[in-house]
């Protein structure tokens, strides 16, 4: 029996439910492709909320910072430098006419007059094939042109930059790109190659010049920076990175001290500053570490404090003076500290103070440690250079000295800090054998051949010439034949005997290490050497 609802309904063929199932089929599938981009509505009624989802929301997480507003603030200040040198440069011997293809091109021939400025000689009846002149003069010069591009930014609104002293070294001409693109003519006031920083000044002609701050405080280690320059000639290109390390020695000279960030930093980018986050300059990138000659992450830039100390004395004087002692220092090894009563390894040995110098003048001696610099405490011999460096050239400075077993305070009229110090040599006259052999083979237990100083030709008068180290001798690193030790525990020594026996009364004494005084070649320093060798 069927209902009137029965009856009433059409009846569905058997492929017709095949179809609409087809059907519903590919809605549902097409409702899922879209559900990843959009969210969709139900296409089939109630049968459809099964495939319905939600946009996937990612957790909420903390976000770097953003470097944006400090580089809208900054970036107008930095600027791309591109310097023009020329160097006059001998035109060769060879003429167009000795080449076929220009023999029969007319004298006027741009071809000719391109060539000519390029060092090609065009046929002259006054002048050789070699290009001489009648009177036998040599060939005429041309001058060759040579273009390099670094950064630099302004520090004051009437026109000073910064850059590299490398970035201008033998400049002719000095042009600036500003970040808005105009070209600006900048004249070099003064570089400083000790540091390879260099103050630049554009005539602004009344115009205010968009500049940035030097900072004040070294950032710590660990601190976001950016880095923004001139990379490969890509003006206004900013990086981002942090401070991987402080006080970095390059090996580039008795001044180093560089902040060493992770910034990508690349040719170009020299004389560019880095910058804090609050928009100070912290550094003024000038070398980076790299195999390749590309960016590796290691990058190192002049701190912001040796900077301002640099540019100041350009602006004044269009140069830099330094504080000068006139001494040669050494490290403070743990051997030399125990030879000579330190407890610890701080401060700087003074090797030969030169002649005629202002720490000769003072009493400064060979064998004094430097420990500290008007109060303030001597880490090793790099931070008495720049201590001492930092000071006015006629300042009395007062200098603490540890000096037979005991600390004094000697003080000092420093000099200036020549460009060239040339460093005093000693006089050695040849002198007797009288000593021959006296005492040569005293030191056999440390691995050591020693002779008297006068028995040995250009050897002088002094001291007691190393002959020989032995391969195994603990010593085979501290010295080396040709050494010529020339006072051993502060006592001037002339015959190897005299070595031992200093040597044996310092072991009986309780003594760990005994200090000795080593000339090699043209330059003095002290070796520490232990006493439990015999």
């Known amino acids: ?25 590919l809605g549902s599938v097409f409702a899922v492709a879209l559900a990843g981009a959009v969210a969709v509505e139900p296409v089939f009624g109630p049968s459809a909320p099964a495939f319905a989802q939600n946009p996937i929301q990612a957790p909420a997480v903390n976000q770097p910072p953003s470097f944006a507003d400090i580089v809208e603030a900054v970036k107008p200040a930095v600027v791309g430098v591109r310097v023009k040198t020329a160097e006059r440069e001998t035109q060769t011997s060879q003429t167009l006419e000795d080449m076929p293809f ?48 670094g950064s630099g930014f302004f520090i004051s609104a009437d026109g000073y930059v910064i850059t590299n002293n490398h ?33 630049l000044k554009v005539d602004g002609a009344g115009k205010d010049f968009p500049f940035v701050k030097l900072a004040g405080a ?34 580039s000279g008795p001044y180093d001290d560089f902040l060493q960030i992770d ?21 003024v990138n000038t070398a980076i570490f790299s195999p390749s000659g590309g960016n590796v992450g290691i990058a190192f830039a002049v701190p912001s404090e040796v900077a301002s100390h640099v540019v100041a004395s350009l602006k004044e004087n269009g140069t830099v003076t330094r504080g000068w002692l006139g001494i040669q ?52 011999p790099r931070e008495l250079s720049r201590q001492i460096a930092n000071l006015e050239p006629g300042k009395e ?8 077993g005991k600390e004094q305070t000697i003080t000092v009229k420093l000099g200036t800090l020549p ?11 040849r002198g007797s054998d009288q000593d021959k052999g006296a005492g040569s083979r005293a030191l056999t237990d440390y691995g050591l051949e020693l002779d008297s100083a006068r028995n040995m030709p250009g050897a002088g008068s002094e001291g007691v010439v190393v002959t020989d180290v032995a391969t195994d001798s603990a010593l085979v690193d501290r010295l080396k034949s040709g050494d010529i030790i020339l006072e051993v525990g502060g006592e001037k020594v002339s015959r190897p005997s005299q070595v031992a026996e200093i040597l044996s009364t310092a072991k009986a004494d309780g003594k760990k290490a005994v200090l000795l005084r080593v000339k090699s070649g043209d330059s003095t320093r002290f070796v520490a050497i232990p006493t439990d060798h015999g």
């Open 329 to 380: 220092i050494q490290p403070i090894t743990e051997d030399i500290a125990a030879s000579i009563g330190l407890e610890d390894t701080k401060g700087a040995l003074v090797a030969e103070p030169q002649a005629d110098s202002p720490a000769a003048k003072a009493g400064i001696k060979a064998g004094d440690a430097i420990t500290k610099v008007d109060g303030q405490v001597v880490e090793g």
């Open 102 to 149: 220009f023999r029969d091109l007319p004298k006027d021939h741009p071809l000719r007059r391109f060539f000519d400025d390029f060092g090609f000689q065009q046929d002259s009846p006054n002048r050789d094939r070699f290009g001489r002149g009648p009177r036998g003069e040599g060939p005429r010069q041309h001058r060759r042109f040579g273009m390099a591009q």
């Open 218 to 251: 070294a950032p710590r280690i660990g601190e976001w920076v950016v880095a923004i320059g001139n990379p490969f000639g890509l003006g206004g290109t900013v990086t981002a990175g942090i401070v991987s390390a402080r006080g970095r020695d390059i090996g």
């Open 1 to 25: 029996m069927t209902t009137n609802q029965d009856a009433g309904a059409p009846k569905a063929s058997k492929g017709g439910v095949l179809n609409r199932r087809r059907i519903a089929l």
């Open 397 to 404: 400075t007062a200098l603490t000295v540890w000096r037979d």
């Open 167 to 199: 970035v201008v070294e033998n400049a002719d001409e000095v042009e600036l790109t500003t970040d808005a693109g105009d070209t600006l003519k900048a004249k070099i006031i003064g570089t400083d190659p000790r540091t390879d920083l260099a103050l």
């Open 263 to 283: 910034a990508a930093v690349n040719r170009g980018n020299s004389g560019g500053p880095t910058f804090n986050m609050q928009g100070e300059v912290v550094g």
């Open 419 to 429: 460009d060239d110090p040339q460093m005093a040599k000693a006089d050695n006259p």
